[in-house]
């Protein structure tokens, strides 16, 4: 069955919610004008919002959803039958995985150190002091657990990144379904405290990280929502975020957000604090454009005394 996606043109909205792998292993169309002459290396994706983009990993180039109907067999925004990848090979997904580790760690971005950025396994394609920063990508792993079928303990393992090509369009190499919260692996190795801090995004996590170790000395628990919005990350990883006493959800200062923080109530109940940024819509907005780290510092300071 072919996928039907009618373009929107909303920026904001575009790329909203998680992203799904569709079909792999097609010819680059040179969106960029780099010279790309691959024959396989582009990926389509389906995103939540009803919208296909594409990425080459040849030639490093995101397609936007009107230059993947350049691609043969897409017609206005819907995928031919036998373009649709049922089933990815494992080795397919190991070998993007690998290639995505391989991105370095280089500089500061949005304020967050380069010592934040490997700590929290950060990469980054193209360079934010020379202008040409086209990418910053996020590790996720999967959960550990047992396998019912012969009862073996089951690893966590890096099973994913989520891709931020710049401004904000988004897609995940691997996956980030069912994986543990961002940043959750950290955690883990750090000592419970009795209070856990969840933000809505992935820049919003690494502010507040970077915050608390300036102010603090230490890494401290925080965490981010894999997909800004929705809980269904909480859900999934409840046994560990109802470990703390107190869980802070510092969400974005919008509809969403709003809503994100309903549904987190009904989940924690007492155990929930929301937080609402002092300057712009979140952590990194207090950090960038309002009293910088003092400001995030001390809005977190305010709400852990509730």
Known sequence: MAISVPIKTHEDDLFS?????????????????KGCKSTDAVEIHAHDSGVLSGYCWSCLSWYSPQEVDNIVGVTDGVLSPEMISQ??????VQDRLKQAKLFPIMEPWRGISTRTMRYSGTRMRGSPYFGTLEAVLFEYYSREGIDEEDDTFIESVLSGYKVRILPKQMFVIGGTRGSKLYLQRQA???????YLIVTEGEPDCLTVLETLRMKTGKW???????????IQGIINNLEFVESHSKVLFWGDNDEVGLKCIESMKELLGDKLIPITS?????????LLKGGGVDEVYDTLK???TR
């Not at 919610?17 to 004008?33: I, T």
């Not at 089933?87 to 397919?92: G, N, Q, S, T």
């Open 278 to 286: 002092k300057s712009g819509k979140d952590a990194n907005d207090s």
């Open 87 to 92: 089933d990815l090979p494992e080795r397919y």
């Open 17 to 33: 919610g998680q992203s799904e792998r569709v079909s792999v292993m097609n010819p680059c169309h040179d969106p960029a004008g």
């Open 220 to 230: 401290c628990r925080v965490v981010s929502l894999p997909t800004g919005g929705s």
């Open 302 to 304: 305010g709400a852990l």
């Open 188 to 194: 883990e190795a750090l000592p419970n405290k009795g």
